[in-house]
């Protein structure tokens, strides 16, 4: 089918990018298990390499089914072009690769998930990157973080772990501001909540191991280009505006206009950085995005009964969903995530950090992992275990503090999720 924008959500969610198979007419995108392409002639293959033609030519550039996957997330984030890769966490270094040099900073919300403050505050120092940690709900702060060697702004819609939500458009207008583009990790709101291009945002990453691929069973990342940073304009980006010398000199801007960062994503991350995603990882993904919008519902369903009954109980000190009617991010959902406020968050137990590793231990249908946005409802401390490695103060500022337990609800029956917690918070704190 044609990916006409007037097509529902649901309708997107099931056909963007696949269309019946040409060889075979096999209706399921199928798993091309393949590392390389036949070309037609030798000229094919020199235009292929030129980048002249859009085609395959080995797996760790292109493969129809990640290509199809690729398709069909640009498609459901409303952007241009997206490009597939191994994790989220790859999405995340092939997202910054085309905006920076050594030397170059990005300004980045403190509130953000624990891998991707310890991928930002030690990792990308190694490249001669840095990044500016600051409270996203002070803009002045961003506006005061950055300088002229500032090439792009990074927050999360909701943020993992302690269920902030962002105000993107508050913070894309900083980003018009200082022209930079502000990159928004979608991972945890999804698509189906929030649609960061649609708020302002020029770029998407994702990691499609949670929500999207939505079973727990395969790892992997996206980013989706709006196609409405003006590279040229801002004057910033050498990779976007300079000549490419691995390609004869090629400028991307000026050759492929609003698809110059996805073309990039591939020509260049991919073929030089090799974090591509395995087909069988994007046929996986694409079956969980059939079904996205339903899960969403029951996951934010399930999410508000149980951060309510959370909320009442003695044993529990605090409760930070932002869908709660408490929550002091309330009107900001209202305005800016009217379909909810995700099935993520935290809450405080009494009695501290011993009370939560007891309570890790007692719940039964709660899945003690380091995952989020599985089918199943899923339990952490994260304070002694995804954010061990950060620092009391940082802990607390990513909202990871000691004394809280982070859930991800899952679509399960939500009066069993409750009795489960129940018999848990009694044997915790008993
Ligand atoms: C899990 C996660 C990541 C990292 O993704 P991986 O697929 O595990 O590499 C990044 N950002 C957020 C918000 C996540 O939840």
Redesign the pocket.
Known sequence: MTDTPSYGFDTLQIHAGARPDPATGARQVPIYQTTAYVFRDAEHAAALFNLQEVGYIYSRLTNPTVSALAERIATLEGGVGGVCCS??????IMALFPLMQPGDNIVVSTR??G??VTQFSQTIKRFGWSARFVDFDDLDAIRAAADDNTRAIFM?SIA?PGGYVGDIPAVAAVANDLQVPLIV?N??ATPWLCRPIEQGAHIVVH????YLSGNGTS???AIVDSGNFDWTAAGKHRSMIEPEPAYHGLKFHETFGPMAYTFHGIAVGLRDLGMAMAPMNAFQTMLGIETLSLRMQRHVENAIRIAEWLEQDPRVEKVTYAGLPSSPYADRVKRLYPRGAGALFTFAVKGGYEACVKLVDAVEIFSHVAN??DTRSLIIHSASTTHRQLTTEQQVAAGAAPNMVRLSIGIEDADDLIRDLDQALDRATA
Do not use: R
């Open positions: 994790s989220g966490h790859s999405a995340q953000l998930y891998g991707t999360e993992n990790d991972t945890s990691s499609t191991t949670k790892v992997g990342g989020l946005g």
